[in-house]
């Protein structure tokens, strides 16, 4: 009877706890209750041990994650990149400033096979902007875009304009060399894609030239074939852009030169400049 007494006092407990005892603290002890006296001359009966009641595991609390090193939000369509807005000047900041900001930048995988940062060089106020995809295994080891054998092409092609590297400004639509130089992932794109906006919003162009499908592609937030698309003007912010083949398609299809060269006197003619040759 007294083990029966035990039980309710502990059932009526636990109902009044709501249950909360096997994810909490114990239940209180049983007031003592007497133990029988043994006759006279008899040893007195043995205490009987008592357990505490089980208690449920409390899963440890899951680690925090390393500030910075957050994959980038999954996107699944150009669409999804944030929406395009006009260049303004009060906007404007100093280029030194965005790359101090960028850091050693680990807001996408591409950050762990990198060997350094690929920012931009070139004019901090110049008028023609070259965007191209991403840096390859040259531009990786230096640190600056469009120094490998595509790059010399394309400075022979500024030179072409009647202009050198120092007059443009030059950079990627990602900072870091994608693996085995692939085409840059929506995530990766979607990772640099302030970085590029407050460039370009430092720097203030007057015109844009996207080298390639894969700039050409995330800075219009849409699909577009560049054999379609390039010759054509577009425009990136209110800044008018033109299409056209990236230098590592031209050492590949050396005949394309033709095609390129006449998207470069487009751009000169907006400008006000006669090429150096026809």
Aim: with cysteine.
């Amino acid at each position: 009877m007294d083990l029966v007494s035990e039980l309710r006092r502990h059932l009526a407990w636990a109902e009044e706890e709501e249950d909360v005892l096997l994810v909490t603290r114990p239940p209180p002890p049983p007031p003592p209750r007497a133990m029988p006296r043994a006759p006279a001359g008899q040893p007195a009966p043995p205490v009987p041990a008592r357990t505490a009641p089980a208690r449920a595991p409390v899963a440890a609390p899951a680690a925090a994650k390393e500030v910075g090193t957050a994959p980038a939000r999954a996107i699944r369509k150009l669409s999804e990149l944030p929406k395009v807005e006009r260049l303004r000047e009060e906007d404007r900041r100093p280029l030194d400033e965005i790359r101090r900001s960028l850091g050693e930048c680990t807001r996408c995988k591409l950050c762990s096979g990198r060997k350094n940062v690929v920012f931009g060089v070139g004019n901090p106020r110049a008028e023609l902007v070259f965007v191209g995809e991403g840096p390859g295994e040259d531009e990786d080891a230096q640190g600056i875009p469009f120094v490998g054998a595509a790059g010399q092409l394309l400075t022979k092609m500024i030179e072409a304009m009647g202009l050198k590297r120092d007059d443009v400004y030059i950079c990627n639509v990602v900072k870091c060399r994608p693996p085995g130089n692939r085409t840059p992932e929506l995530d990766e794109i979607a990772a640099c894609d302030p970085f590029l906006r407050a460039q370009l919003a430092s720097v203030q162009p007057k015109v844009m030239v996207g080298l390639g499908k894969t700039a050409v592609q995330a800075l219009l937030r849409q699909e577009v074939s560049i054999t379609q698309a390039r010759g054509t003007w577009r425009e990136y912010a209110g800044v008018p852009l033109m299409p056209t083949f990236h230098p590592a398609y031209l050492l590949r299809n050396p005949a394309a030169k033709k095609d390129v060269w006449e998207d470069l006197k487009k751009v000169m003619k907006l400008m006000g400049k006669e090429p150096k040759r026809p």
